[in-house]
């Protein structure tokens, strides 16, 4: 029975280290082998015309950002003046701190759509959609700092015919303020490598919502309560267009500090996460095997992380229970846990870290289970992060 009940312990843990530890050696695997030969000249590809000029059009939408919003948009206008044609369109969901009033100074030079109320973020890319006048959309948070050559390197990756949508790449510029933006850092430099080894094995699976782009050919209106940068990402891969990672479109964000905004943020976006995945599993279902394999590697298994845990904790107590006895088995439990109180009490690296993991697993678990109740998240709020954005 002890016997057993290791190898079901051992299965579970394997399940929670596959998307963080397995999967990126897989794909690094995969590379390797030349498993998808998908690293063309995106500048020029044979028997394909190069357009001569690729103009973007940039969408924002912003919820009470008046701390930040006119940094935003003039840091717009300087790429505009860089890049030269470019569409700048922003949608402000019901603020009341007067992030309208404030981007209200620059109707003459953007595009401005005000809702008096609030309905989400897929409500607001849905009415700019239906203004976007260029041959790629662009899509970006209100909070972030876009480096200048952004889109100039990204223009090339869309002279490939096959490239429906290119993510940025995300730099979170404060990750020594706290532990929760420390953890955030170091999740989110593992998630870069994940997406650099997908990109060049095939398809990234899902872009982050802080910068990506995509063909406005391509754009499919975003249902209510999902998330909009995931839907429309893979909406772009199930109509058959990869999805890449370009390492030289950077964009830069401070990191939440809160954990207990971070910890709601969380929720939120797992919820969000996991309708997305509702609604459009029957069309990713019809993908390669490889790339189903990439999505539930990446998405299903992540979502799933905190129940793998637990089931990896309860069999392990199991199976002590069954080799030394039950009475034994919480002993050692407890002193184990008191051990581990006593080492986050004196700050031990990284437990903290550690900790703050396993909060946000949490958090990403309740989101699952929200999703699964008929939760339906539209709106948003701002993270509370430090005022500067990026070094």
């Keep these: 029975m002890a016997e057993i009940l290791v190898v079901w ?11 963080f530890v397995i999967y990126p050696w897989t794909l690094e695997l995969a590379r390797r082998w030349n498993r998808s030969p998908l690293r063309p000249s995106y500048a020029e590809k044979a028997g394909r ?19 930040i919003i006119e940094q935003t948009i003039e840091s717009l206008l300087k790429l505009r003046r860089r890049t030269g044609k470019l569409q700048i369109l922003l949608y402000v969901d019901g603020a009341t701190d007067g992030t309208a009033e404030i981007a209200g100074r620059y109707a003459g030079e953007i595009e401005l759509i005000v809702s008096p109320e ?14 976007v006048r260029a041959p790629v959309m662009v899509l970006a948070d209100a909070n972030v700092r ?34 929760t933006a420390q953890t955030g850092s170091l999740y989110w430099r593992l998630e870069e490598k994940i997406k650099r080894l997908e990109s060049e094995t095939g398809s990234v699976m899902g872009a982050d919502g802080s910068l990506y782009a995509m063909r406005s050919e391509l754009y499919h209106p975003i249902p209510e309560g999902v998330a909009d940068d995931m839907y429309l990402s893979l909406a772009v891969l199930c109509d ?31 919820c969000q996460a996991f309708s997305t995945h509702r609604a459009l599993w029957s069309q990713l279902r019809q993908l390669d095997g490889f790339s189903i394999y990439k999505y539930i590697s990446h998405k299903l298994l992540r979502w799933f992380t905190v129940f793998t845990l637990a089931a990896t904790a309860l069999t392990a107590f199991a199976a002590l229970a069954v080799a030394v006895g039950f009475g034994w088995a919480v002993v050692l439990s407890a002193m ?56």
């Excluded at 015309?49 to 701390?67: D, K, Q, V």
């Excluded at 890449?244 to 709601?264: C, H, L, Q, S, T």
């Design 9 to 19: 312990t051992v299965l579970f843990c394997l399940l929670c280290l596959h998307p």
């Design 49 to 67: 015309a190069r357009p001569e000029e690729l103009t973007f059009a940039i969408c924002l939408c912003a919820y009470n950002e008046a701390a």
């Design 118 to 131: 609030r309905h989400g973020k897929s409500h607001g890319l849905n009415r700019l959609a239906q203004r």
């Design 146 to 179: 876009i480096a200048e050559d952004a889109l100039v390197n990204m223009e090339k990756y869309f002279h490939d015919e096959d490239v429906g949508c290119v993510c940025g790449h995300l730099v979170y510029s404060n990750d020594d303020e706290s532990v």
């Design 240 to 270: 058959g267009y990869r999805v890449i990672r370009a390492e030289d479109v950077r964009v830069f964000e401070a990191a939440g500090v809160n954990p207990k905004d971070e910890f709601r943020r969380k929720i939120r976006i797992a």
């Design 336 to 391: 184990a846990l008191g051990l581990l109180w006593l080492a986050l009490r004196l700050h031990v690296r990284p437990l903290p870290m550690a900790l703050d993991m396993l909060r946000s697993f949490a958090a990403t678990g309740i989101g699952v289970v929200h999703s699964l109740r008929g939760a339906n998240v539209r709106t948003w709020e701002p993270a509370r992060a430090p005022a500067r954005q990026g070094r």
